[in-house]
């Protein structure tokens, strides 16, 4: 899982800031040329990004499995509602947090690229599409580990049956 926790971390904060955390990280007199444990990169990465990856490490490196997402989606107007739930491969990670990558295509071609910021299980997203949807895409360049998921258009989901705890419109005005 090494490579693809990099991966990960790359898709997670974006190219520049990443490479800028790893030359960082690198600089760092007291890393340099020593023993180091994930404590201290995740300690050098909080330090050059300001994020905290406690919890991310603690599920992908010292936590086991992998998780498996059904996305189902609805189009109404110039929305569409995204529902995401999460199973996990292994009882010993809860649920693993992540920044899910969509991409909408259109019936003329368009296109649309979404991050849905996945923090809780049967979670929704209403996000603006102004063209016709004719297939979502989830992970579509491998940017997250995960196995076995499913992106499904189901028109009984509505907006009125979301509860409000786990509601989540973007971008937020």
Same mark, same amino acid.
């Given at each position: 899982?090494?490579?693809?926790?990099?991966?990960?971390?790359? &898709?997670?904060?974006?190219?520049?800031?990443?490479?800028?955390?790893?030359?960082?990280?690198?600089?760092?007199?007291?890393?340099?040329?020593?023993?180091?444990?994930?404590?201290?990169?995740?300690?050098?990465?909080?330090?050059?990004?300001?994020?905290?990856?406690?919890?991310?490490?603690?599920? &992908?490196?010292?936590?086991?499995?992998?998780?498996?997402?059904?996305?189902? &989606?609805?189009?109404?107007?110039?929305?569409?509602?995204? /529902?995401?739930?999460?199973?996990?491969?292994?009882?010993?990670?809860?649920?693993?947090?992540?920044?899910?990558?969509? /991409?909408?295509?259109?019936?003329?071609?368009?296109?649309?690229?979404?991050?849905?910021?996945?923090?809780?299980?049967?979670?929704?997203?209403?996000?603006?599409?102004?063209?016709?949807?004719?297939?979502?895409?989830?992970?579509?360049?491998?940017?997250?580990?995960?196995?076995?998921?499913?992106?499904?258009?189901?028109?009984?989901?509505?907006?009125?049956?979301?509860?409000?705890?786990?509601?989540?419109?973007?971008?937020?005005?």
């Amino acid at each position: 899982k090494g490579g693809y926790v990099l991966r990960m971390l790359k &898709w997670i904060l974006g190219d520049a800031a990443f490479y800028q955390a790893l030359k960082d990280y690198h600089a760092r007199p007291n890393l340099a040329y020593n023993y180091v444990r994930t404590a201290d990169f995740n300690a050098s990465l909080l330090q050059s990004t300001g994020k905290d990856f406690t919890e991310f490490f603690n599920d &992908w490196v010292y936590g086991e499995g992998y998780p498996t997402y059904t996305i189902k &989606w609805m189009q109404g107007g110039n929305q569409a509602l995204f /529902k995401v739930s999460q199973t996990q491969s292994s009882a010993n990670v809860s649920f693993f947090e992540m920044p899910l990558p969509i /991409k909408v295509t259109g019936t003329a071609g368009q296109t649309a690229y979404f991050v849905l910021n996945n923090t809780s299980n049967n979670q929704s997203f209403l996000q603006s599409v102004t063209f016709p949807i004719a297939s979502v895409q989830f992970n579509y360049e491998y940017q997250i580990l995960e196995k076995n998921s499913t992106v499904v258009q189901d028109n009984t989901l509505s907006v009125s049956s979301v509860e409000k705890e786990e509601f989540g419109l973007y971008p937020n005005p």
